[in-house]
């Protein structure tokens, strides 16, 4: 079955990048079919979409995002990463990973737990 999982560090300092991978398992992340996103949620607040990376490896971001948010694939182990920089404590958040279906338009059937990054120096 399809699963995804995050993984990375739960305390950043606040200036330095924030770093995490998302690990698919049960689909590859260059089938067609689907691209792949980050969503954010930061406490007490709604979801904020980051970003996506496609199955060519075409990324977007979110506009108010986009000047520090990076995201990129290893298709050899079928991973896909965020990079967001210069981040501060308003960046603290859960950080999900999810699959969004092409056909769709936008939803996203699968995603991981979600992990906790707290920046904080």
């Known amino acids: 079955q399809v699963q995804l999982q995050e993984s990375g560090p739960g305390l950043v300092k606040p200036s330095q990048t924030l770093s995490l991978t998302c690990t698919v398992s049960?689909?590859?992340?260059?089938?067609?079919?689907?691209?792949w996103s980050w969503i954010r949620q930061p406490p007490g607040q709604g979801l904020e979409w980051m970003g996506v990376i496609g199955y060519d490896g075409t990324t977007y971001y979110s506009p108010s995002l986009k000047s520090r948010t990076s995201i990129s694939r290893d298709t050899s182990k079928n991973q896909f990463s965020l990079q967001l920089s210069s981040v501060t404590p308003e960046d603290t958040a859960v950080y999900y990973c999810?699959?969004?279906?092409?056909?769709?338009?936008?939803?996203?059937?699968?995603w991981g737990k979600g992990t906790l990054v707290t920046v904080s120096s």
């Open positions: 049960g689909v590859s992340i260059t089938s067609t079919d689907y691209v």
């Open positions: 999810a699959r969004v279906v092409v056909s769709t338009r936008g939803g996203m059937d699968y």
